[in-house]
């Protein structure tokens, strides 16, 4: 009888370090601009980044836009400030803490780290960015942003059936009375472990997903191997048996002179299963269903550098022999409706403006 290891394990992919910032999911976008990364993506997670800040109000990309996806900030430890054009306002938050924006239709903010001495390494910010992708009808929402600073905590044990306490799982995005609610079931958490321990991390099978390796050894699902590498992403295998419904970890007994400890990032969500297409313009980054909506909304960005609405008001567009449509003024959905109604008419059509 074979025993039942869970999710097996497709591959162990190492980071791609440039500056303080590691690549660990993501590449290059529809141009070949940006960072060239093995890992293009896990569906859902289109991009994932790590760095250590240890200077104040960096990283200086100031205000930029996201559009078409979800963006969760990993506060592991520090303070960061962020500011975003839906609230108009700043906000400083300390880890370990998230920030979760839902781009959706688009908007622009800015984030920065917060030290007030530089010498002392304990203020400096050590963050994950995570993006995950939406589907297309979560692309035509309004923006919205969510903080969590009271994170929950959960514990870690050596089996399904309540065994020992073997650590702590830390839920930055899902696990129970988890604040932050997203538009497709995502869980991130961060796990600290005991050396010289086995654990079952609860997973859906249907759900894909990834670990980050930070500190210690450990061996993950079926892999032989132990991974003692920082930033190493090990990526789930895709599985149709329900019965690999969890992650098992079996850390490395520690030496006097090793942690007594492993930690690492579990992420894991809804597989969404379309096709997206990346742009990266404004230090941001834009995202669409093909290329030419990506190329036509990047430029639009890059020239009026908004996607807030002109005045913001409703306004009526009459379309000749499709009836009335009330949308906001100068907004993005405005310029994706008319781009459509464009590429999809077979000849010239009126449109009447009713304020």
């Given at each position: 009888m074979m025993t039942n290891i869970g999710r097996k394990i497709a591959s162990c992919v190492p980071a791609t370090n440039k500056g303080h910032i590691s690549r660990l999911i993501g590449t290059t976008d529809i141009d070949g601009k940006g960072t060239t990364h093995p890992l293009d993506q896990v569906d859902p997670f289109m991009l994932l980044d790590q760095g250590t800040i240890s200077k104040d109000s960096k990283p200086a990309f100031g205000s930029h836009p996201h559009r078409g996806h979800s963006v969760v900030t990993l506060l592991l430890q520090g303070q960061i400030k962020s500011w975003d054009s839906v609230t108009q306002e700043t906000t400083t938050?300390?880890?370990?803490?998230?920030?979760?924006?839902?781009?959706?239709?688009?908007?622009?903010?800015?984030?920065?780290?917060?030290?007030?001495?530089?010498?002392?390494?304990?203020?400096?910010?050590?963050?994950?960015?995570?993006?995950?992708?939406?589907?297309?009808?979560?692309?035509?929402?309004?923006?919205?942003?969510?903080?969590?600073?009271?994170?929950?905590?959960?514990?870690?044990?050596?089996?399904?059936?309540?065994?020992?306490?073997?650590?702590?799982?830390?839920?930055?995005?899902?696990?129970?009375?988890?604040?932050?609610?997203?538009?497709?079931?995502?869980?991130?958490?961060?796990?600290?472990?005991?050396?010289?321990?086995?654990?079952?991390?609860?997973?859906?099978?249907?759900?894909?997903?990834?670990?980050?390796?930070?500190?210690?050894?450990?061996?993950?699902?079926?892999?032989?191997?132990?991974?003692c590498t920082k930033n190493d992403v090990i990526v789930f295998a895709d599985t149709t048996n329900e019965a690999e419904d969890f992650l098992q970890v079996t850390t490395m007994a520690s030496s006097p002179t090793a942690a007594t400890s492993c930690r690492y990032l579990v992420c894991a969500g809804e597989k969404i299963g379309e096709q997206w297409y990346k742009k990266l313009v404004v230090n941001g980054a834009i995202i669409a269903k093909d290329p030419n909506e990506a190329r036509e909304i990047a430029a639009q960005v890059e020239m009026d550098k908004s996607f807030v609405p002109v005045s913001g008001q409703l306004v009526h567009l009459n379309v000749e022999g499709r009836g009335l449509r009330a949308i906001s003024r100068g907004s993005f959905e405005m310029i994706a409706w008319l781009n459509d109604l464009k590429r999809s008419a077979r000849e010239k059509i009126k449109i009447t403006l009713c304020e």
């Open positions: 938050i300390e880890g370990p803490a998230s920030y979760w924006v839902d781009a959706a239709s688009g908007l622009f903010h800015d984030e920065s780290s917060v030290i007030l001495d530089e010498s002392d390494t304990d203020q400096h910010a050590v963050v994950f960015q995570l993006w995950m992708s939406v589907k297309e009808e979560d692309r035509r929402k309004p923006p919205s942003l969510q903080y969590d600073t009271n994170l929950p905590v959960g514990v870690l044990k050596n089996d399904d059936s309540g065994g020992d306490v073997v650590g702590s799982i830390r839920y930055f995005v899902g696990g129970e009375n988890t604040v932050i609610k997203t538009l497709h079931p995502i869980m991130v958490g961060l796990v600290t472990q005991q050396s010289g321990t086995t654990a079952r991390i609860p997973i859906d099978s249907k759900f894909g997903g990834f670990v980050v390796h930070i500190d210690g050894n450990a061996t993950y699902g079926d892999r032989s191997d132990a991974t």
